[in-house]
């Protein structure tokens, strides 16, 4: 059970903060759910922006922002409890992670930061958690974070 397995990874789901612009952040549709791209924690004090708030290869270190995309996912799990309504063992397979990584153009290793999520993935939903993925360089993701992930997961009858 996924619960079970957060808590012996000593992980909890964060809180759900509502969506700060047009869009929704899950829409389940034909046996999918596809989670709008989810952020980091971040203090939302300007002045103090907190750890994930940054650009990796210039001011955000590699594990930094590795850790961010694991919140992400943390992030994602919470929204698919929603969908789910608690029931994770509705989900048969995550399909696919969307990694954004905001970095220098000479940044080269966005597949080891998005693999913060991917990993969590398969150590909570083992073979459901193999996916497909995008690991993209950006110039800049919302609110200043270094890393944003979007999922799609397919659910259960």
């Known amino acids: 059970m996924i619960s079970d397995r957060l808590e012996e990874l000593g992980l909890q789901l964060p809180v759900i903060v509502a969506p700060k612009g047009s869009y929704v952040p899950f829409l389940v549709s034909r046996g999918h759910c596809f989670i709008s791209g989810q952020l980091p924690p971040t203090t939302g004090v300007a002045e103090s922006p907190g750890p994930y708030c940054g650009i990796v290869g210039a001011n955000v270190s590699v594990e930094t922002a590795r ?3 694991r919140h992400c996912a943390l992030m994602i799990l919470a929204q698919l409890g929603v969908a789910v309504d608690g029931d994770f063992d509705r989900v048969a397979q995550i399909v696919r992670l969307g990694g954004f ?3 220098t153009p000479d940044f080269n290793a966005h597949p080891q ?5 991917s990993d969590l993935m398969l150590e909570l939903f ?3 958690g193999r996916h497909t993925r995008a690991a993209v360089g950006v110039s800049s993701l919302p609110l200043g974070v270094c890393v944003e992930i979007d999922a799609v997961v ?4």
């Open 113 to 117: 930061v998005v693999n913060g999520a």
């Open 101 to 103: 990584v905001c970095a």
């Open 154 to 157: 397919e659910l259960k009858n």
């Open 126 to 128: 083992g073979e459901a």
């Open 67 to 69: 850790d961010a995309a």
